[in-house]
Protein backbone atom coordinates (compact mmCIF):
# COMPACT_ATOMS: atom_id res chain seq x y z
CA UNK A 1 0.00 0.00 0.00
CA UNK A 2 1.63 3.08 -1.17
CA UNK A 3 2.49 5.84 1.72
CA UNK A 4 0.16 9.17 1.56
CA UNK A 5 2.01 12.82 1.72
CA UNK A 6 -0.49 13.27 5.22
CA UNK A 7 1.21 10.23 7.03
CA UNK A 8 5.04 11.34 7.32
CA UNK A 9 3.56 14.90 8.65
CA UNK A 10 0.96 13.57 10.88
CA UNK A 11 3.54 10.97 12.26
CA UNK A 12 6.13 14.19 12.49
CA UNK A 13 3.11 16.11 14.83
CA UNK A 14 2.64 12.49 17.08
CA UNK A 15 7.02 12.78 17.21
CA UNK A 16 6.33 15.95 18.83
CA UNK A 17 3.51 14.73 20.96
CA UNK A 18 5.25 11.85 22.22
CA UNK A 19 8.56 12.95 22.97
CA UNK A 20 9.73 9.67 24.15
CA UNK A 21 8.89 7.27 20.98
CA UNK A 22 10.56 10.27 18.25
CA UNK A 23 13.50 8.93 18.26
CA UNK A 24 12.27 5.86 16.43
CA UNK A 25 8.97 7.11 14.80
CA UNK A 26 11.14 9.96 12.88
CA UNK A 27 14.39 7.67 11.39
CA UNK A 28 10.96 5.83 9.45
CA UNK A 29 10.81 8.68 7.52
CA UNK A 30 6.86 8.01 7.38
CA UNK A 31 7.45 4.35 6.32
CA UNK A 32 4.94 2.17 8.33
CA UNK A 33 6.98 -1.06 8.06
CA UNK A 34 9.99 0.91 9.07
CA UNK A 35 8.05 2.39 11.80
CA UNK A 36 6.56 -1.21 12.77
CA UNK A 37 9.97 -2.13 13.07
CA UNK A 38 12.03 0.81 15.07
CA UNK A 39 8.87 0.85 17.75
CA UNK A 40 8.21 -1.77 20.83
CA UNK A 41 5.41 -3.27 21.09
CA UNK A 42 4.08 -0.80 23.83
CA UNK A 43 5.29 2.07 21.46
CA UNK A 44 3.35 0.82 18.67
CA UNK A 45 0.08 1.08 20.59
CA UNK A 46 1.01 4.87 21.86
CA UNK A 47 1.58 6.25 18.82
CA UNK A 48 -1.14 4.18 16.36
CA UNK A 49 -3.43 4.98 19.20
CA UNK A 50 -2.43 8.91 19.02
CA UNK A 51 -2.88 8.94 15.50
CA UNK A 52 -6.29 7.14 15.71
CA UNK A 53 -6.94 10.04 18.09
CA UNK A 54 -6.13 13.12 16.74
CA UNK A 55 -5.03 12.23 13.48
CA UNK A 56 -7.89 9.78 11.94
CA UNK A 57 -7.03 9.58 8.42
CA UNK A 58 -3.49 9.02 9.11
CA UNK A 59 -4.39 6.82 11.99
CA UNK A 60 -6.82 4.84 9.70
CA UNK A 61 -3.95 4.91 6.98
CA UNK A 62 -1.37 3.46 9.26
CA UNK A 63 -3.72 0.26 10.54
CA UNK A 64 -4.56 -0.40 7.16
CA UNK A 65 -0.86 -0.94 6.26
CA UNK A 66 0.04 -2.35 9.56
CA UNK A 67 -2.68 -5.12 8.84
CA UNK A 68 -1.01 -6.45 6.08
CA UNK A 69 2.13 -6.86 7.61
CA UNK A 70 2.56 -10.08 9.10
CA UNK A 71 4.64 -8.72 11.89
CA UNK A 72 1.45 -6.31 13.02
CA UNK A 73 -0.16 -10.06 13.68
CA UNK A 74 0.92 -10.20 17.47
CA UNK A 75 1.65 -6.22 17.73
CA UNK A 76 -0.34 -3.38 18.06
CA UNK A 77 -3.41 -4.05 16.09
CA UNK A 78 -4.49 -6.81 18.92
CA UNK A 79 -3.57 -5.44 21.60
CA UNK A 80 -4.84 -1.69 21.22
CA UNK A 81 -8.69 -1.17 22.58
CA UNK A 82 -10.93 0.85 20.49
CA UNK A 83 -13.10 2.20 24.05
CA UNK A 84 -10.57 5.23 24.46
CA UNK A 85 -11.04 6.52 21.11
CA UNK A 86 -13.34 8.91 18.62
CA UNK A 87 -16.03 7.36 16.98
CA UNK A 88 -13.82 7.96 13.89
CA UNK A 89 -10.73 6.35 15.32
CA UNK A 90 -12.89 3.03 16.81
CA UNK A 91 -14.14 2.26 13.00
CA UNK A 92 -10.73 2.35 11.84
CA UNK A 93 -9.45 -0.30 14.22
CA UNK A 94 -12.30 -2.20 13.77
CA UNK A 95 -12.00 -2.42 9.71
CA UNK A 96 -7.94 -3.05 10.59
CA UNK A 97 -8.89 -6.07 12.90
CA UNK A 98 -11.66 -7.44 10.91
CA UNK A 99 -9.04 -7.63 8.01
CA UNK A 100 -6.70 -9.35 10.32
CA UNK A 101 -9.32 -12.10 11.48
CA UNK A 102 -10.46 -12.71 7.51
CA UNK A 103 -6.90 -13.79 7.31
CA UNK A 104 -7.16 -16.41 9.92
CA UNK A 105 -5.58 -14.07 12.97
CA UNK A 106 -7.21 -14.81 16.16
CA UNK A 107 -8.07 -11.04 17.39
CA UNK A 108 -9.63 -11.17 21.14
CA UNK A 109 -12.55 -9.25 21.10
CA UNK A 110 -12.07 -7.63 24.68
CA UNK A 111 -8.63 -5.82 25.75
CA UNK A 112 -7.14 -6.74 28.97
CA UNK A 113 -7.64 -3.80 31.60
CA UNK A 114 -3.60 -3.36 31.64
CA UNK A 115 -3.29 -2.41 28.16
CA UNK A 116 -5.77 -0.06 28.02
CA UNK A 117 -3.35 2.29 29.97
CA UNK A 118 -0.65 2.07 27.72
CA UNK A 119 -2.83 4.21 25.42
CA UNK A 120 -1.90 7.54 25.20
CA UNK A 121 -4.43 9.74 27.48
CA UNK A 122 -6.99 11.89 25.27
CA UNK A 123 -7.03 15.11 26.13
CA UNK A 124 -9.91 17.45 27.23
CA UNK A 125 -10.72 19.51 24.30
CA UNK A 126 -9.81 23.28 24.92
CA UNK A 127 -11.53 25.75 23.82
CA UNK A 128 -11.50 29.22 24.82
CA UNK A 129 -11.70 32.74 23.09
CA UNK A 130 -11.40 36.40 24.76
CA UNK A 131 -11.68 40.33 24.19
CA UNK A 132 -10.24 43.35 25.71
CA UNK A 133 -11.48 46.41 26.15
CA UNK A 134 -11.29 48.91 23.31
CA UNK A 135 -8.06 51.15 23.94
CA UNK A 136 -8.44 55.24 23.32
CA UNK A 137 -6.93 54.91 19.60
CA UNK A 138 -10.11 52.15 18.73
CA UNK A 139 -8.00 48.60 19.05
CA UNK A 140 -8.43 45.75 20.98
CA UNK A 141 -6.86 42.62 21.58
CA UNK A 142 -9.04 39.20 20.60
CA UNK A 143 -7.84 35.46 21.84
CA UNK A 144 -8.87 32.47 20.23
CA UNK A 145 -7.79 28.70 21.65
CA UNK A 146 -8.27 25.31 20.51
CA UNK A 147 -6.68 22.24 21.01
CA UNK A 148 -3.46 21.13 18.59
CA UNK A 149 -3.42 18.22 16.91
CA UNK A 150 0.14 18.29 17.52
CA UNK A 151 -0.68 18.00 21.27
CA UNK A 152 -0.77 20.94 23.52
CA UNK A 153 -3.46 24.00 22.46
CA UNK A 154 -2.71 27.03 19.91
CA UNK A 155 -3.24 30.10 21.03
CA UNK A 156 -4.53 33.17 18.23
CA UNK A 157 -3.75 36.82 19.45
CA UNK A 158 -4.96 39.56 16.97
CA UNK A 159 -4.98 43.64 17.21
CA UNK A 160 -8.26 44.89 16.08
CA UNK A 161 -9.37 47.62 14.42
CA UNK A 162 -12.98 48.88 12.39
CA UNK A 163 -10.70 51.53 11.00
CA UNK A 164 -6.96 49.63 10.17
CA UNK A 165 -8.35 46.37 10.05
CA UNK A 166 -6.43 43.18 11.59
CA UNK A 167 -3.24 45.19 12.40
CA UNK A 168 -1.79 41.92 13.97
CA UNK A 169 -1.94 38.46 14.36
CA UNK A 170 0.26 35.84 15.99
CA UNK A 171 -0.11 32.36 16.58
CA UNK A 172 1.81 30.30 19.50
CA UNK A 173 2.23 26.34 20.09
CA UNK A 174 2.08 25.81 24.07
CA UNK A 175 1.21 23.58 26.61
CA UNK A 176 -2.35 23.58 28.28
CA UNK A 177 -0.54 24.80 31.96
CA UNK A 178 0.65 27.37 30.24
CA UNK A 179 -2.01 28.23 28.37
CA UNK A 180 -4.21 28.59 31.23
CA UNK A 181 -1.93 30.46 33.38
CA UNK A 182 -1.92 32.83 30.51
CA UNK A 183 -5.38 33.68 30.28
CA UNK A 184 -5.75 33.83 33.79
CA UNK A 185 -3.58 36.79 33.45
CA UNK A 186 -5.53 38.30 31.09
CA UNK A 187 -8.74 38.32 32.89
CA UNK A 188 -6.69 40.02 35.92
CA UNK A 189 -5.61 43.20 33.83
CA UNK A 190 -6.07 46.48 35.70
CA UNK A 191 -6.26 48.37 32.21
CA UNK A 192 -8.34 47.26 29.22
CA UNK A 193 -9.00 43.36 30.69
CA UNK A 194 -10.23 40.76 28.61
CA UNK A 195 -13.07 38.98 29.00
CA UNK A 196 -14.35 35.58 28.18
CA UNK A 197 -16.74 35.44 24.91
CA UNK A 198 -18.22 32.64 23.26
CA UNK A 199 -15.72 31.89 20.44
CA UNK A 200 -17.92 32.07 17.88
CA UNK A 201 -18.81 35.46 19.23
CA UNK A 202 -15.17 36.19 18.71
CA UNK A 203 -14.72 34.83 14.97
CA UNK A 204 -17.58 36.88 13.89
CA UNK A 205 -16.40 40.46 15.42
CA UNK A 206 -12.53 39.08 13.42
CA UNK A 207 -14.57 38.52 10.25
CA UNK A 208 -16.62 41.94 10.59
CA UNK A 209 -13.10 43.82 11.05
CA UNK A 210 -11.78 41.61 8.46
CA UNK A 211 -14.04 42.46 5.80
CA UNK A 212 -13.39 46.11 6.18
CA UNK A 213 -9.82 45.94 5.95
CA UNK A 214 -8.33 48.92 3.93
CA UNK A 215 -6.98 48.13 0.45
CA UNK A 216 -3.87 50.12 1.97
CA UNK A 217 -3.27 47.72 4.21
CA UNK A 218 -2.84 44.12 3.56
CA UNK A 219 -3.85 41.38 5.52
CA UNK A 220 -1.11 39.78 7.88
CA UNK A 221 0.18 36.41 6.26
CA UNK A 222 -0.43 34.42 9.35
CA UNK A 223 -3.91 35.37 9.04
CA UNK A 224 -4.78 34.59 5.38
CA UNK A 225 -3.05 30.89 6.31
CA UNK A 226 -5.36 30.31 10.07
CA UNK A 227 -8.44 32.27 8.58
CA UNK A 228 -10.63 29.13 8.63
CA UNK A 229 -9.75 29.06 12.27
CA UNK A 230 -10.41 32.79 13.40
CA UNK A 231 -12.59 33.73 11.04
CA UNK A 232 -14.98 31.80 9.56
CA UNK A 233 -17.81 31.41 12.42
CA UNK A 234 -20.97 29.30 12.64
CA UNK A 235 -24.15 30.23 10.47
CA UNK A 236 -25.89 33.17 12.98
CA UNK A 237 -22.96 33.92 15.25
CA UNK A 238 -23.14 37.67 16.55
CA UNK A 239 -20.27 39.50 17.59
CA UNK A 240 -19.55 40.34 21.19
CA UNK A 241 -21.57 43.48 21.31
CA UNK A 242 -24.55 42.35 19.31
CA UNK A 243 -25.25 39.66 22.40
CA UNK A 244 -24.81 42.66 24.33
CA UNK A 245 -27.39 44.26 22.74
CA UNK A 246 -29.40 41.36 22.75
CA UNK A 247 -29.10 41.01 26.12
CA UNK A 248 -29.28 44.66 28.02
CA UNK A 249 -31.34 46.02 25.04
CA UNK A 250 -30.50 49.79 23.80
CA UNK A 251 -32.89 52.16 25.27
CA UNK A 252 -32.44 55.68 23.63
CA UNK A 253 -33.10 58.02 26.89
CA UNK A 254 -31.09 60.84 28.54
CA UNK A 255 -30.00 59.63 31.34
CA UNK A 256 -28.33 56.94 29.43
CA UNK A 257 -26.77 59.34 27.06
CA UNK A 258 -25.21 61.70 29.78
CA UNK A 259 -23.99 58.47 31.44
CA UNK A 260 -21.93 57.83 28.08
CA UNK A 261 -20.89 61.39 27.71
CA UNK A 262 -19.38 60.88 31.42
CA UNK A 263 -17.43 57.78 30.64
CA UNK A 264 -15.79 59.50 27.44
CA UNK A 265 -15.41 62.64 29.43
CA UNK A 266 -13.59 60.55 32.14
CA UNK A 267 -11.31 58.70 29.15
CA UNK A 268 -12.86 55.53 30.29
CA UNK A 269 -14.92 55.33 26.67
CA UNK A 270 -12.85 56.69 23.63
CA UNK A 271 -11.96 59.19 22.37
CA UNK A 272 -10.99 56.95 18.97
CA UNK A 273 -9.86 59.87 17.10
CA UNK A 274 -9.52 59.67 13.28
CA UNK A 275 -6.91 61.97 11.44
CA UNK A 276 -9.76 63.16 8.91
CA UNK A 277 -9.24 66.53 6.84
CA UNK A 278 -12.59 68.01 8.71
CA UNK A 279 -10.49 67.61 12.10
CA UNK A 280 -7.46 68.43 11.40
CA UNK A 281 -9.44 71.93 9.66
CA UNK A 282 -11.03 72.58 12.72
CA UNK A 283 -8.13 72.07 15.10
CA UNK A 284 -6.84 74.61 13.19
CA UNK A 285 -9.60 77.20 12.94
CA UNK A 286 -9.85 76.92 16.53
CA UNK A 287 -6.34 77.17 17.12
CA UNK A 288 -6.53 80.82 14.75
CA UNK A 289 -9.34 81.75 17.69
CA UNK A 290 -7.00 81.46 20.46
CA UNK A 291 -4.39 83.59 18.51
CA UNK A 292 -6.63 86.19 17.36
CA UNK A 293 -5.49 89.61 17.26
CA UNK A 294 -8.97 90.45 18.41
CA UNK A 295 -9.84 91.32 21.93
CA UNK A 296 -12.45 88.84 22.85
CA UNK A 297 -12.99 87.18 26.71
CA UNK A 298 -12.12 83.25 26.89
CA UNK A 299 -15.98 83.34 26.73
CA UNK A 300 -16.51 84.49 23.59
CA UNK A 301 -13.73 82.37 22.11
CA UNK A 302 -15.53 79.30 23.66
CA UNK A 303 -18.61 80.45 21.95
CA UNK A 304 -17.38 80.82 18.89
CA UNK A 305 -15.36 77.22 19.18
CA UNK A 306 -18.64 75.36 20.19
CA UNK A 307 -20.10 76.77 16.77
CA UNK A 308 -17.55 75.62 15.08
CA UNK A 309 -18.07 72.14 16.67
CA UNK A 310 -21.50 72.16 16.08
CA UNK A 311 -20.84 72.59 12.49
CA UNK A 312 -18.53 69.87 12.08
CA UNK A 313 -19.55 67.19 13.65
CA UNK A 314 -21.72 65.87 10.90
CA UNK A 315 -18.53 65.81 8.41
CA UNK A 316 -16.44 64.04 11.41
CA UNK A 317 -18.70 61.48 12.17
CA UNK A 318 -20.05 60.51 8.79
CA UNK A 319 -19.63 57.26 7.62
CA UNK A 320 -17.63 54.91 8.13
CA UNK A 321 -15.88 57.15 10.81
CA UNK A 322 -20.10 57.25 12.45
CA UNK A 323 -19.97 53.03 11.97
CA UNK A 324 -16.76 52.47 13.13
CA UNK A 325 -17.77 54.67 16.12
CA UNK A 326 -21.17 52.47 16.45
CA UNK A 327 -19.60 49.47 16.69
CA UNK A 328 -16.49 50.48 19.37
CA UNK A 329 -19.62 51.43 21.87
CA UNK A 330 -21.54 47.89 21.59
CA UNK A 331 -18.50 46.11 21.83
CA UNK A 332 -17.47 47.95 24.53
CA UNK A 333 -20.80 47.11 26.11
CA UNK A 334 -19.58 43.77 26.34
CA UNK A 335 -16.65 44.66 28.09
CA UNK A 336 -18.38 46.16 30.75
CA UNK A 337 -21.25 44.12 31.20
CA UNK A 338 -19.03 41.50 31.42
CA UNK A 339 -17.07 43.19 34.05
CA UNK A 340 -20.01 43.46 36.30
CA UNK A 341 -20.71 47.57 35.00
CA UNK A 342 -24.34 46.37 33.97
CA UNK A 343 -25.43 50.63 33.97
CA UNK A 344 -22.10 51.50 31.79
CA UNK A 345 -22.91 48.84 29.39
CA UNK A 346 -26.63 50.36 28.98
CA UNK A 347 -24.74 53.52 28.39
CA UNK A 348 -22.67 52.73 25.95
CA UNK A 349 -25.84 50.68 23.82
CA UNK A 350 -27.50 53.68 24.49
CA UNK A 351 -25.18 55.44 22.69
CA UNK A 352 -24.80 53.79 20.11
CA UNK A 353 -28.41 53.71 19.47
CA UNK A 354 -28.08 57.17 19.37
CA UNK A 355 -25.49 57.16 16.07
CA UNK A 356 -27.36 54.66 14.36
CA UNK A 357 -30.92 56.98 14.93
CA UNK A 358 -29.02 60.48 13.72
CA UNK A 359 -29.15 63.28 13.65
CA UNK A 360 -25.11 63.30 14.83
CA UNK A 361 -25.68 67.32 15.34
CA UNK A 362 -27.84 66.69 18.55
CA UNK A 363 -25.88 63.79 19.87
CA UNK A 364 -24.23 64.70 22.80
CA UNK A 365 -21.50 61.56 22.94
CA UNK A 366 -20.60 62.80 19.16
CA UNK A 367 -20.07 66.55 21.00
CA UNK A 368 -18.08 64.95 23.93
CA UNK A 369 -15.92 62.59 21.65
CA UNK A 370 -15.22 65.68 19.63
CA UNK A 371 -14.51 67.73 22.63
CA UNK A 372 -12.01 65.17 24.20
CA UNK A 373 -10.24 65.00 21.48
CA UNK A 374 -9.70 68.43 20.78
CA UNK A 375 -8.82 68.96 24.08
CA UNK A 376 -5.66 70.49 23.95
CA UNK A 377 -6.48 73.00 21.47
CA UNK A 378 -9.56 73.94 23.26
CA UNK A 379 -7.52 74.98 25.89
CA UNK A 380 -5.46 77.42 24.10
CA UNK A 381 -8.43 79.59 24.61
CA UNK A 382 -8.64 80.15 27.88
CA UNK A 383 -5.08 81.73 27.80
CA UNK A 384 -5.61 85.63 26.68
CA UNK A 385 -4.22 85.85 23.37
CA UNK A 386 -0.60 86.94 22.44
CA UNK A 387 0.24 90.75 22.13
CA UNK A 388 2.22 92.18 19.31
CA UNK A 389 5.22 93.86 21.06
CA UNK A 390 5.38 97.72 21.47
CA UNK A 391 7.54 98.86 18.84
CA UNK A 392 11.19 100.71 20.37
CA UNK A 393 11.40 104.53 20.60
CA UNK A 394 15.11 103.76 20.18
CA UNK A 395 16.54 104.21 16.62
CA UNK A 396 19.63 101.82 15.81
CA UNK A 397 22.04 103.85 13.80
Not at 197 to 204: G, N
Not at 214 to 238: D, N, T, Y
Not at 286 to 292: D, R
Request: with cysteine; charged share 25%.
Amino acid sequence: MSTSVGLPEALERAATALPGDADAIRPANGDPAALLRALDAEAAVRVLGWLLTFEPEAGAELADTWAEDPEAASGPLPRLTGEALPKAGRKALSRARHRLRSRGIEVPDAQPAAVVAKLPPIEEELQAAFVSAVDPRGTRLAYLVESNPAGGVRLFELVLDEERGIVEFEVYATGRSKARQFLRDLRARERFPAVEAPAEAVRALVKQVAEGQPASRPLPRGFIEFRAHVAEPKPGAQTPGALAREALGAALDAQALTRATELVRRHEIGPWPTATPVLEKVAERIGELAKSPLVLSPAARREQAQSLLAEALGEVFADPVGAYTTQRFEESAYVLWKTGREEDARACLAAAKAFRAGPVTENPVARALLEVVLAPVLAGLEEPAPREAEPSLLVKP
